[in-house]
C-alpha cells in the first residue's frame, strides 16, 4: 500500500490531480484519469481519510450530544440520523452529556476539530448556545430547541401531538381522561399538555394533568378524578403507569386504557402490546440530515400529522364499563 504523494510521483502529476482522478472530478485529461486510476489499482492505494480533509478542507464527521445513553428513544432518532448520514459518506461521533456545559465543552471540541456539523438533544429548551462556537460549526437542535447563530431548530408540533392522543381516545368513548407528564419545563412536555387541555376544553371534558407521576400520587388521583383512560407523554411513562395499574389491581384495557407517544422501534420491540402515538422519527432524521449536509432548513409544517398506532392497551368505553 502506498501513499497519495508515491502515487502521484508514480504518475508524473500532483497529488491534487490523483484526488481529481480517484473521485472523478474535471479539469484533467481522460488519458492521464485512465492512468492513475490503473496505478492505484496496481499498487492498492487506498485513501486516507484524514489526509483527503486536510486536502479539501471538509470533514467527513457530524458530531452529536446526547442527554443520556439511557433513553431508548434518542438513540433510536440517532441511529435514524446515522445510517442517512452514512449514506452520504459521513459518519457520526456520539458523545454524552448531563448538563447545559459538558454541551456546549462538546460543541467546542467539535468545532476545535472543524467537524462538518453537530446534531443535538438540548438538555433544558432555549439553551444559548455562544457565537464563538456556533460561528465556528453548524448546530441542528432537534425535540428541544437552542438559541443563537448559524442554529436550526427541528421539533413537530407538540401540541397537535397532544391533541390527537386526546382526540383518538374520545373517539373511544373516553370523556375522563387523565394526562400524565413530568414536571420539568420543556417545549414537548408543555406543548402536549396543552394539546390536550385544548381537546377537553373544546368537547367541555373535565380534564386533569399529573406530574410528577408516583404510586400515590397516580392512584390517589384515579380515586378521586375516576379517569377511563390514561393519555401518557411518552411510552416510558405509560409503561411505568402500567405497572403501577398493575400493582394495585388495575387492569389495562378492561379497568383503564392507557395510551403513549413515541413508538420508537426498540421500545416498541420490547413492549409491543403498547398503543401510541407515532412520533416522526424517520422524518426528523432526514430532515436533520438534509440540515447538516445540504444547508436546508426545516419548519414543523414539513411533518405529517400525528397518527395513532393502536394496539392491545386501549379498548371502547362504554357506560357499562368499570373503572377497576
Known amino acids: 500500500m502506498i501513499s497519495s504523494l508515491k502515487l502521484a510521483r508514480i504518475c508524473g502529476v500532483s497529488q491534487g490531480t490523483v484526488d481529481r482522478a480517484l473521485h472523478g472530478r474535471k479539469g484533467i485529461r481522460e488519458e492521464t484519469s485512465r492512468k492513475i486510476i490503473a496505478a492505484a489499482k496496481k499498487y492498492q492505494f487506498s485513501p486516507n481519510p484524514m489526509a483527503r480533509e486536510l486536502m479539501t478542507g471538509k470533514s467527513s464527521v457530524v458530531g452529536a450530544v446526547i442527554s443520556s445513553f439511557n433513553s431508548i428513544f434518542f438513540m433510536d432518532i440517532f441511529e435514524k440520523i446515522r445510517q442517512r448520514l452514512k449514506a452520504k459518506g459521513l459518519t457520526l461521533v456520539i458523545m454524552p452529556a448531563s448538563n447545559t456545559e459538558e454541551t456546549l465543552a462538546a460543541l467546542k471540541d467539535f468545532a476545535s476539530r472543524r467537524y462538518r456539523g453537530a446534531v443535538i438533544v438540548p438538555p433544558e429548551d432555549g439553551m444559548k448556545i455562544p457565537v464563538e462556537i456556533s460561528g465556528s460549526i453548524k448546530v441542528v437542535s432537534i425535540v428541544g430547541s437552542c438559541r443563537g447563530k448559524n442554529i436550526v431548530n427541528i421539533s413537530p408540533d407538540e401540541v397537535k401531538t397532544g391533541f390527537a392522543g386526546t382526540e383518538f381516545l374520545s373517539g373511544k368513548g373516553h370523556s375522563r381522561i387523565l394526562f400524565l407528564s413530568y414536571a420539568r419545563k420543556a417545549k414537548a412536555i408543555s406543548g402536549r399538555r396543552k394539546g390536550y387541555e385544548k381537546f377537553m376544553k373544546w368537547k367541555k371534558l373535565p380534564f386533569k394533568a399529573l406530574f410528577p407521576v408516583t404510586d400515590e400520587s397516580l392512584i390517589k388521583t384515579i380515586a378521586r378524578f375516576k379517569p377511563t383512560a390514561l ?20 387492569k389495562v384495557p378492561s379497568g383503564i386504557s392507557v395510551l403513549g407517544v413515541d413508538n420508537s422501534p426498540t421500545f416498541i420491540s420490547l413492549c409491543p402490546e403498547l398503543s401510541t402515538v407515532q412520533y416522526p422519527i424517520d422524518e426528523l432524521a432526514e430532515m436533520a440530515s438534509d440540515c447538516l449536509t445540504g444547508g436546508k432548513t426545516a419548519t414543523c409544517s414539513k411533518f405529517p400529522p400525528p397518527v395513532v398506532i393502536e394496539r392491545k392497551t386501549v379498548q371502547i368505553q362504554t357506560s357499562s364499563s368499570s373503572s377497576q
Do not use: K, P, Q, T
Open 231 to 250: 393519555f401518557c407523554h411518552n411510552d416510558w411513562l405509560a409503561l411505568s403507569a402500567m405497572r403501577i395499574l398493575e400493582r394495585n389491581g388495575y
